[in-house]
């Protein structure tokens, strides 16, 4: 067992512990927090990692002193920082690292996503997401969840249809283009792409490339409300909370909507990519 997991375990029998002392079941518990019974079992079972606002939550439920509380928090940043590491991250698994991103977007309401290279995981279809993680599993070397993995993301994907948030997406053409997954499979893609742009609270942008970019995109980044930022690179997923981070990652989103086309326009573009994967198809 590494260091890291040993001390997701530790960490996991100390909040346990809380919560038996308060005579509170694993149920008991979620429903007080409001989350799903399997969240409980896996922050104790070490199966994924307790967030800093996890347990804060955890603590206050089951009235744990300051101390405890502090000592948790500090616990619990300090396996964040760690988690950040590629090999830590892929190591517990594709489907935990699923589990730890749908705990992160239940508490989001607004939503501002840009992704140069690839379709956002919330709007993959099963089939393309299959095919992006055979290629992580390969690249990181990360245990075989690919069906776990896929199932999780799906699962994601029910927020969509919760109009109290409020979902923004740029995509730079070249994303749609990026061949990640077979022909066919990348016209469904763009078919669920349409769909999806035509939800009350989603706003779907693509920068065509006749449009002139703000800045080179470099990578991907999540505004998470007004409190985080997510930053992905080849080997860290980086976690913001400066206020001077969130604001000029702020900037670049909007620098970026501003370049793209919405709506009837946006999907225009969709259109154009689609009809030549048809005509791959057919040649």
Same mark, same amino acid.
């Given at each position: 067992?590494? /260091?890291? $997991? $040993? !001390?997701?375990?530790?960490?996991? @029998? $100390? ?5 038996? !002392? !308060? ?17 409980? /079992? ?16 955890? #603590?206050?439920? *089951?009235?744990?002193?300051?101390? @405890? ?7 619990? %940043? #300090?396996?964040?920082? =760690? ?8 190591? /517990? ?7 730890? %991103? ?9 939503? =501002? *996503? ?27 070397? #990360?245990?075989?969840?690919?069906? !776990?993995?896929?199932?999780?993301? +799906? ?7 919760? =109009? /109290?948030? @409020?979902? =923004? ?16 499979? +990348?016209?469904? $893609? ?5 769909? *999806? ?31 985080? *930022? ?10 913001? &909370? ?30 154009? %990519?689609?009809?030549?994967? &048809?005509?791959?198809? #057919?040649?």
């Amino acid at each position: 067992m590494t /260091s890291f $997991q $040993q !001390a997701r375990v530790d960490l996991g @029998t $100390q909040l346990r512990a809380l919560r038996e !002392a !308060a005579h509170l079941s694993g149920k008991d518990l979620a429903e007080r927090l409001r989350w799903q019974p399997s969240k409980v /079992s896996r922050l104790e079972n070490a199966r994924q990692t307790a967030t800093e606002d996890d347990v804060v939550v955890w #603590a206050q439920a *089951v009235r744990a002193s300051p101390e @405890t509380t502090d000592e948790l928090i500090r616990q619990a %940043i #300090a396996l964040l920082e =760690r988690h950040d590491d590629w090999k830590q991250r892929h190591r /517990s698994g594709l489907a935990a690292l699923q589990e730890d %991103i749908r705990d992160l977007e239940a508490r989001t309401r607004l939503f =501002r *996503v840009f992704e140069p290279n690839i379709v956002v995981g919330l709007l993959q279809t099963a089939e393309y997401s299959r095919h992006v993680f055979r290629k992580v599993r390969r690249l990181y070397s #990360a245990p075989e969840q690919i069906d !776990a993995a896929v199932r999780v993301r +799906m699962q994601r994907q029910e927020i969509l249809y919760d =109009r /109290s948030r @409020t979902f =923004r997406f740029v995509l730079p053409e070249s994303a749609l283009r990026t061949r990640l997954a077979p022909v066919d499979v +990348m016209r469904g $893609q763009l078919d669920r792409l349409i769909a *999806v742009s035509t939800l009350p609270n989603v706003e779907f942008g693509v920068i065509p490339f006749s449009a002139e970019l703000p800045s080179a995109p470099i990578n991907g980044f999540w505004i998470y409300n007004e409190a985080m *930022v997510g930053v992905a690179t080849m080997t860290k997923d980086l976690v913001l &909370r400066d206020p001077d981070d969130i604001a000029f990652y702020t900037r670049a989103f909007d620098d970026y909507a501003k370049a793209a086309v919405f709506d009837g326009a946006g999907r225009d573009v969709i259109l154009g %990519i689609l009809d030549d994967y &048809r005509k791959q198809s #057919a040649s």
